[in-house]
């Protein structure tokens, strides 16, 4: 249910604004309806990606102590994760807004994106980026490494206690719970990184921004 939530608002933030642009010809929006638009855009993708990590945690535990499944993911428990990711996504949101709005910049400038982005308003900046820059990588690897290595991890020991069931039923089974949200992790994280692998790479803005749609609008609604 918070995914659901976290989806819908992340979703909320982009899509109505862009069609509301193609709906009326202008691609305008002000300072702070920019900066307001990417502390809620980076607020709810960390969301997305925290609570993901969550629920491949979630399904390790279903498959490989499936005894000991309610004792484990108890309400206490499952509360106490939830918290903690909308906490650290809340702060990380907070950081990174805070740090863009110390950056000046003119009077009128063209983001190549159909949303603030924040590393495209970054590089727009009129002052020193170096520390933004620096922070955001930083962050990025610390969140991002963090999620996936997280995900990999369950679904390594995922991996190796499915080898170890016998019955094709079982197998069925295991593949049936982890089937949706590895579908999900994987569109989320591979249009998420090739987006920012490309934008690194070239500065086709065409294609990233049509990227980006996979992770902020296919993958919500599936």
Not at 47 to 73: E, K, N
Not at 147 to 175: E, H, P, R, T, V
């Amino acid at each position: 249910s918070n995914l659901s939530f976290a989806d819908i608002c992340f979703v909320s933030t982009t899509v109505p604004k862009m069609l509301v642009n193609i709906q009326a010809q202008s691609r305008v929006i002000t300072y702070a309806g920019c900066i307001t638009q990417m502390c809620f855009f980076i607020l709810f993708v960390v969301l997305d990606s925290l609570l993901l990590t969550v629920m491949a945690y979630d399904r390790f535990v279903a498959i490989c102590h499936p005894l000991h499944y309610t004792v484990i993911m108890n309400s206490w428990l499952c509360g106490l994760l939830v918290l903690v990711s909308w906490i650290v996504s809340i702060l990380y949101s907070l950081l990174q807004s805070i740090m863009a709005l110390q950056l000046s910049f003119c009077s009128e400038l063209k983001i190549p994106h159909f949303f603030c982005e924040l590393n495209r308003v970054i590089h727009l900046a009129c002052s020193y980026t170096f520390i933004n820059d620096m922070m955001v990588n930083f962050t990025s690897v610390l969140l991002g490494g963090g999620c996936l290595a997280g995900i990999f991890y369950s679904y390594f020991k995922i991996l190796c206690c499915m080898c170890s069931i016998s019955s094709a039923q079982g197998m069925n089974k295991a593949l049936s719970t982890c089937a949706s949200h590895l579908s999900v992790v994987s569109l989320f994280y591979c249009t998420g990184v090739g987006v920012y692998l490309s934008s690194a790479a070239t500065h086709n803005s065409l294609s990233n921004a049509a990227a980006s749609v996979m992770y902020t609008v296919v993958t919500s609604m599936l």
